[in-house]
T-cell receptor, first 109, second 112 residues
């Protein structure tokens, strides 16, 4: 039982490049979330999903897209990365308690 | 807009001290308040509080909620160096999406 896993762990992008972050959970949770964490800002919700095939915007959705094609996976995409998207990205799943993945540290130069 | 404010933002204590971390909130149709501990990586769940005045306890950590005054406190007694972490408070409203709104966290440093 791995819980919530994220790939990759680290990534460096140049401005304008695209990438996809993958989140996988093996707890059969319906609800999944993507957050970003910046120094002094706490965790901010980017997008979330309440079930397979559904997605919704969170607090800071601009510049990101998501997909939930399978219940266990939640993908976060950056179509054209910007330096402002340099952050640590956390995926979480769960209903009452959210379980977090180990995070992806993304740097955009 | 839902809002969570934690204080202090940082705190340095010595081993053995007792600390109290504060979390105040403004949320439409409050449902629950959660505390998380974040060491080097992922936040880990500590407590979920839904009712006023009922203390949740786990070892040296305890937490209580006051829904009238809109705040919660997290107490840690006999602190240890392993308690050094960022402690995050989050609230959930009754909107049905189970979204959490997080505060900025309190960074606790426990020195030997």
């Amino acid at each position: 039982n791995a819980g919530v896993t994220q790939t990759p762990k680290f990534r460096v992008l140049k401005t304008g490049q695209s990438m996809t972050l993958l989140c996988a959970q093996d707890m059969n949770h319906e609800y999944m979330y993507w957050y970003r964490q910046d120094p002094g800002m706490g965790l901010r919700l980017i997008h979330y999903s309440v079930g397979e095939g559904t997605t919704a915007k969170g607090e800071v959705p601009d510049g990101y897209n998501v997909s939930r094609l399978k219940k266990q996976n939640f993908l976060l995409g950056l179509e054209s990365a910007a330096p402002s998207q340099t952050s640590v990205y956390f995926c979480a799943s769960g209903y009452r308690e959210q379980y977090f993945g180990p995070g992806t540290r993304l740097t955009v130069t | 807009e839902d809002k969570v404010v934690q204080s202090p933002l940082s705190l340095v204590v010595h081993e053995g001290d007792t600390v109290t971390l504060n979390c105040s909130y403004e949320v439409t149709n409050f449902r629950s308040l959660l505390w998380y501990k974040q060491e080097k990586k992922a936040p880990t769940f500590l407590f979920m509080l839904t009712s006023s005045g009922i203390e949740k306890k786990s070892g040296r950590l305890s937490s209580i909620l006051d829904k009238k005054e809109l705040f919660s406190i997290l107490n840690i007694t006999a602190t240890q160096t392993g308690d050094s972490a960022i402690y995050l408070c989050a609230v959930r409203n009754q909107g049905g999406s189970e979204k959490l709104v997080f505060g900025k966290g309190t960074k606790l440093t426990v020195n030997p």
